[in-house]
């Protein structure tokens, strides 16, 4: 049995703060605990925009504080994400984020991420593996 708040991830490699500075993630549950999907609590930042494309992944993400426009960039289609509402990404969707108000949310991955993506120039994270000989020890 694991037991991990988030004040535990804090400071700590499993708070992922982006590269380009839109948003931030505390991996509560990565690959190295081997359960078949990886679960994380996101923060995007108020005022940003953060266009992603998960081509190697499946994710579901719920809206628990917040507000934000979600744009589908293959059909042009807009959804108002608010507390309690839910997106899945299950055709692995190219889309966008415009959060109005600081949006945090948890998100399920399949395949679990391992901790170490970030987004490409093109949005997506890579398909990463805990047997990558760069492997850092992320699953304490």
Same mark, same amino acid.
Request: charged share 30%; proline share 4%; with cysteine.
């Given at each position: ?7 535990? @991830?804090?400071? +700590? ?7 380009? *500075? ?9 690959? *190295?605990?081997?359960v !078949?999907?990886?679960?994380?609590? %996101?923060?995007?930042? $108020? *005022?940003?925009? %953060?266009?992603?494309?998960?081509? #190697?992944? @499946?994710?579901?993400?719920?809206? %628990?504080?917040g507000?934000?426009?979600? +744009? #589908?960039?293959?059909? *042009?289609e807009? &959804? ?11 055709? &692995?969707?190219? &889309? +966008? ?8 949310c948890?998100?399920?991955? =399949?395949p679990?991420? %391992? !901790? ?5 120039? =093109? !949005?997506?994270?890579?398909?990463? +593996? ?5 492997? $850092?020890e992320?699953?304490?």
């Amino acid at each position: 049995m694991i037991v991990r708040s988030l004040k535990d @991830i804090e400071g +700590t490699d499993r708070h992922v703060k982006a590269r380009s *500075g839109t948003w931030e993630s505390k991996r509560i549950v990565l690959a *190295g605990e081997r359960v !078949g999907f990886s679960l994380h609590e %996101t923060v995007l930042y $108020a *005022g940003t925009e %953060t266009s992603m494309w998960y081509a #190697n992944h @499946i994710e579901a993400v719920l809206c %628990t504080e917040g507000e934000a426009e979600l +744009t #589908n960039e293959e059909t *042009g289609e807009k &959804h108002w994400i608010t507390p309690g509402t839910m997106y899945l990404l299950d055709g &692995h969707e190219r &889309h +966008t984020l415009r959060p109005r108000t600081d949006f945090r949310c948890v998100c399920v991955f =399949n395949p679990p991420v %391992t !901790g170490r993506e970030d987004h490409d120039e =093109n !949005g997506t994270y890579p398909l990463l +593996t805990e047997e990558d000989p760069d492997r $850092a020890e992320l699953s304490r």
